[in-house]
Every structure is written in structure tokens, then in C-alpha cells.
């Protein structure tokens, strides 16, 4: 199994269709196809269903394109950071992101990095915890920022200066708008809108035994789409301070829960981490600054 019959199954994948695979690949279509049939013999499963003019992926050739998907990721990732060990200017940093204002300061951090290195390329994945940690554990990220307590057996970590506040993002013309700060009585029974994470963690550790007067009406990994539910009166959104616009004329309003519920934001990286160059140097930047602050 080659690396480059697993870009081309991609491309095929994507495309849902042989022939233009074919010429985005610059390669003849009997040549990709005789490849596909191979990786389908090896594999000794069918990878797509074929139509009259389309093919489209069967059970199996999911499966295979999340992993080629990774693979392929993998090998540019070596590939890059291998181009970079002469460049002393620049090369690939690999960042998996939560949501949360904090990350503001991330990006004032790297800023500041590119002036010294104007050649760093930076690629962000954005996600809860679950998701950015898979990518982390199997190498296709650098560092991480996490709306969680990480894993100490797993991860270093730097935590980032503050806490993000949990809240309410309601319509301004909303009767709890009224109130400085929203408390479980008047949360309970309203349908409420929270991202599956905060939902089992954070959450259970403000109301504590009175979950379950809680009711949970959809969850959002993406708290702005949860804003627009809330927009159409479906339900008030559980998420950090900062996230939505609730200034005056956006329609929404922020109240920050009672009693205080905080969470904190942490960058890790793999123990034993083998770093790129400019990885390393990004590295030795951002915990210079957070260690001054």
C-alpha cells in the first residue's frame, strides 16, 4: 500500500467521479482505475460503489479515507519539517484550537514569532478536546489548546493567563436579560443550547445535584451557530464570555452565571515530543512569554 495510491483513492473519493480525478491527477483514467482496482484486491474489500456516472464511497471506503486522510497528513508533515531543517527563517507549526477569546493573545504571540521568523507557516485545526487531542496523539499537531484539564501523563502544558467565564447568550428582549447574572432556578426547564464538552464537564460543576432540572436542547461544537438558534427563539446558549457579539444592536446579551463558573485554557504538546526547528523555537517564545506574565 503506497503512499501515492492513497492520494489517489482521495482524489477519486473527493471527486466522486473517475474521470475528473484523473485529470487533476495528470494520469490516464485506465491507469487510476487499474490502481483503485489493486488497492480494492489488497484490501479484498469493495471501496466504492459504482454508478453510471458517479461512484461513491461504500462502508469500507469511509473507513479507509479518514485513515488515508491521516496518513497522507502524516507524510507532509515529515515532508515539510524535513524541507525545513536548513531554513533558520521559517517551516510548519501545527495548531489544534478551542474556543476561546484567549486565543486572542495566541495570535498576538504569533505575530510577534513571524517578524523574527517571516517564513513560519501556521495551520490551525479548531475543536473541542476530543478532537484536537486525536490529531495530537497521532502526530498531525504540534500543540494544542485545550478547554480542559490535560492529561499530565500525557501532555506538557502551559496555562494560558485567566479563566473564560460561563454565561447565558439570550435576546436582549429575553426576561432574564433583566438580571445581572442567571442562576440554576432560572435556567431550569428553559431549553438550553451547549457544546457537548461543557455540557458533561463544566456544567455538572456549577449546578452540581441539580442536573437534571437542566434540559439540554442541542449541542454545538461551534458556539456562533448556537448564537443563531438563539436568534430564532429556540433556546438561550451555555458558552464563554467573549465568543458572540452581544454589543448593543446585535439582538443577544451576555449574563455571566451565579455562581461564578470559570474555565481554564491550556497549551499542550506531547511528552517526549520530537520537535521540528521552528516548532521548538515557537515553543521556547510563547513559554517566555507566559512565564513573564
Not at 94 to 109: N, P, T
Request: glycine share 8%; aromatic share 10%; hydrophobic share 40%.
Amino acid at each position: 500500500m503506497e503512499l501515492r495510491t492513497m492520494r489517489y483513492f482521495l482524489a477519486v473519493a473527493r471527486e466522486e467521479n473517475m474521470t475528473r480525478a484523473a485529470e487533476l491527477l495528470h494520469v490516464t483514467q485506465p491507469t487510476l482505475s487499474k490502481q483503485i482496482q489493486a488497492l480494492e484486491d489488497e484490501l479484498g474489500k469493495k471501496l466504492f460503489v459504482r454508478h453510471s456516472f458517479s461512484i461513491e464511497l461504500t462502508e469500507e471506503g469511509m473507513l479507509l479515507r479518514k485513515r488515508a486522510e491521516d496518513l497522507v497528513s502524516m507524510a507532509d508533515k515529515i515532508a515539510g519539517e524535513f524541507a525545513a531543517l536548513d531554513d533558520v527563517t521559517g517551516g510548519d507549526v501545527y495548531l489544534g484550537l478551542a474556543e476561546s477569546y484567549q486565543i486572542r493573545s495566541l495570535a498576538r504571540q504569533i505575530k510577534r514569532f513571524k517578524q523574527t521568523y517571516p517564513g513560519l507557516r501556521y495551520h490551525i485545526t479548531s475543536g473541542d478536546t476530543e478532537q484536537v487531542t486525536e490529531k495530537l496523539d497521532k502526530g498531525l499537531l504540534d500543540f494544542a489548546a485545550l478547554a480542559d484539564e490535560p492529561n499530565t501523563a500525557k501532555y506538557n502544558y502551559l496555562p494560558f493567563p485567566a479563566g473564560d467565564v460561563w454565561g447565558v447568550v439570550m435576546p436582549d428582549g429575553h426576561d432574564l436579560a433583566r438580571k445581572e447574572a442567571v442562576t440554576v432556578d432560572d435556567l431550569a426547564g428553559l431549553p438550553l443550547f451547549c457544546s457537548e464538552q461543557g455540557w458533561a464537564n463544566d456544567i455538572p460543576r456549577w449546578c452540581g445535584e441539580r442536573m437534571d432540572e437542566l434540559h439540554l436542547e442541542g449541542s454545538f461544537r461551534l458556539a456562533y451557530n448556537g448564537s443563531l438558534f438563539v436568534k430564532e427563539g429556540l433556546g438561550l446558549l451555555l458558552t464563554f464570555d467573549h465568543l458572540i457579539d452581544t454589543s448593543r444592536g446585535s439582538g443577544l446579551v451576555f449574563r455571566p452565571l451565579s455562581p461564578r463558573l470559570e474555565t481554564r485554557i491550556y497549551l499542550v504538546w506531547k511528552k517526549y515530543q520530537v520537535f521540528s526547528p521552528i516548532a521548538e523555537r515557537f515553543l521556547e517564545s510563547v513559554q517566555k512569554e507566559m512565564n513573564a506574565r
